[in-house]
Nanobody
């Protein structure tokens, strides 16, 4: 099982940007699926963006065109670039390798209006 540690969350005004990072304790190049999930207060955790080892990506409709997921296999790090942030993007963001049942502890993103 790989350990995952998120960073990069914070408070930002609507329209601003943040980049989240997820540092893994081991190699991520062979992890077939990794993703960023988020959970807002009173809501269920949901997949925001996914990345496959083959280069494929997935985005929830709500973030398409604003968020970009990427991997740096050399640094064993997964990123989420978030642009044009909206108040509804406020949530705890989690990095995960779900097929390995590996989850980080989360980083909080708060977008003020």
């Amino acid at each position: 099982q790989v350990q995952l540690v998120e960073s990069g969350g914070g408070l930002v005004q609507a329209g601003g940007s943040l980049r989240l990072s997820c540092a893994a304790s081991g190699s991520i190049s062979s992890i077939s699926a990794m993703g960023w999930y988020r959970q807002a207060p009173g809501k269920e955790r949901a997949l925001v963006a996914g990345s496959s080892s083959g280069g494929g990506t997935y985005y929830a409709d709500s973030v398409k065109g604003r968020f970009t997921i990427s991997r740096d296999n050399g640094k064993n790090t997964l990123y989420l670039q978030m642009n044009s942030l909206k108040p509804e993007d406020t949530a705890m963001y989690y990095c995960a390798a779900p097929k390995m049942d590996s989850w980080g502890k989360g980083t909080l993103v708060t977008v003020s209006s």
